[in-house]
């Protein structure tokens, strides 16, 4: 990796490239500490001395890179529009209009791109409000004086100015992503996720070893030195895990058949259709995530007293719920086959094989290729899901097992807690491997010399 940058960086196109992409991370990353109008948050931020670590509040902080534990112009980050994209995958499918759209090539995808960027907006509107409602319940919002809250309209001025600048920061980062799209490397969306989930690594780091944590773990017999080295070791294996699933495929074998075109003689090669296991990536995980983010998002909105029958509810979502685990696994696997749908159609792939002349070896052409193609595809998502699903849920599962042994007998706040979890592992593999394969595809166009030398 560290070889395909060097010499990326010797060509002055990919150079350039790689510089603007650079660029566009520092701005993201400035506003993310730009603080918002009337926002008064300390310097813990939002999270502080809050026992609900590792749940959605954090989860928001750790995809935005901190800044919705602070409040700032980036607070919503690209997740409104992560949202808006799952949403208009799904109604592709339901409306026919969108459909129709998505079939007229160059010009529907722009359209659907257009209604996109509108329903993020619209997405970062509503979580703006929500986010509002939030810090004015938790009294992180400014005051015209030493004990008293902005009244009447200021208190409306006051609502409007920060949630536009929230709405703002989540079109201006929308904006940013496309940009990279455009003039940078990678995709825009995951490098400025990639971005947020790296800048919170020196936090938690920091956490895990702060001096505080340790003394109590000596106080106790120092159970925190075993550990910490553990989940240290557990994050390499499943790095190595994940990387491992990248590269997984399943190669279906086709035979094309020889045929003469004048006195030449085409076909008759064997060759392959490649397969990815996880075929669906990330995008499960995130599709999962988001729709399961929904309810703690409503409760933000209202105040719930402790014992009612929303309480009850709204605490089923909470990540330490076994509930959110069972939902999330079943969510993961429904979301792979959906995206599976998606992106593999069993007929086109058997027309295409015949209309060229091939045929899968034991496998007659037409509808019995289609149906071996439709089980093959079908068997290859569920083990995808499985994987991802083991991903997902292991550090969820290993930090209350840690948690339920380092507590016993102490304060809760002493429980490890894994915060970087399997969707910000997969997150920062994925665009890692991603990313160099584009350089690499890059650079292989601009080393090839053509046919004409």
């Known amino acids: 990796m560290i070889q ?10 990919i150079r350039k490239k790689l510089l603007f992409t650079a660029l566009i991370i520092f701005i993201f990353r400035v506003g993310a500490a730009v603080p918002v109008p009337f926002v008064s948050i300390g310097v813990g931020g939002i999270l502080a001395g809050q026992e609900n670590a590792g749940t959605f509040m954090n989860y928001l902080s750790m995809m935005t890179g901190n800044a919705f534990n602070y409040g700032t112009i980036f607070a919503m980050s690209i997740t409104p529009y992560i949202n808006a994209s799952i949403i208009m995958q799904l109604l592709t499918v339901a409306i026919p209009y969108l459909e129709r759209l ?17 329903l993020t ?13 939030y810090l004015r319940n938790g009294s992180f919002l400014s005051k015209d004086s030493a ?31 496309e940009q990279i799209n455009d003039k940078g490397i990678g995709n825009g969306i995951s490098i400025i996720l990639f971005a947020g989930i790296v800048s919170r690594m ?33 994050l390499i294996l499943m790095i190595a895990f994940i990387v491992w699933m990248d590269k997984s495929e399943r190669r279906l074998p086709v035979q094309y058949a020889k045929r003469v075109v004048g006195r030449k003689m085409y ?13 669906s990536g990330v995008m499960p995980i995130i599709f999962a995530s988001s729709i399961l983010s929904l309810p703690p998002t409503v409760q933000m909105f209202m105040k719930v007293e402790e014992g009612s029958g929303l309480f009850k509810f709204f605490n089923l979502f909470i ?31 058997a027309n295409n094989i015949r209309k060229n002349s091939g ?29 991802l699903s083991v991903v997902a849920l292991f550090p969820i599962a290993f930090s209350q097992i840690t948690t339920a042994i380092l507590t016993k007998g102490f304060d809760y706040e002493s429980g490890m807690n894994v915060s970087l979890g399997g969707t910000s592992i997969i997150i920062l593999v994925g665009v890692a491997l991603e990313t160099m394969k584009q350089l690499e595809s890059q650079m292989m166009m601009r080393h090839y010399k053509g046919f004409l030398d």
């Open 202 to 234: 020196p936090t938690l780091i920091a956490q895990l070893y702060s001096p505080n944590v340790k003394i109590g773990y000596i106080a106790r017999g120092g159970p925190f030195y075993i550990l910490s080295p553990l989940a240290g070791i557990l």
């Open 267 to 279: 076909g008759g090669q064997s060759t392959h259709i490649p397969i990815k296991v996880n075929m």
């Open 4 to 13: 395909t940058l060097i010499n990326a960086w010797k060509i002055v196109d």
């Open 102 to 118: 998505q079939k007229e090539g160059e010009v529907g995808r722009k359209k659907i791109a257009a209604i996109t960027r509108y």
């Open 147 to 177: 004990d008293m809250a902005f009244k009447g309209g200021w208190a409306v001025f006051q609502a409007i100015i920060i949630i536009l600048c929230f709405t703002a920061g989540t079109a201006l980062i929308m904006w940013l992503g």
């Open 319 to 349: 990540q330490t719920n076994w509930f959110y685990g069972i939902i999330y696994f079943f969510m993961i696997i429904g979301f792979a086959y959906f995206y599976a749908t998606i992106q593999y159609n069993p007929i086109e792939m």
């Open 359 to 387: 045929t899968i070896p034991g496998i007659r052409p037409g509808e019995p290729t289609s149906r071996y193609i439709a089980k093959i595809l079908s068997r290859i998502t569920l083990l995808g899901a499985l994987l």
């Open 121 to 133: 907006v619209v997405l970062g509107l509503l979580q703006s409000t929500a986010y509002y409602f």
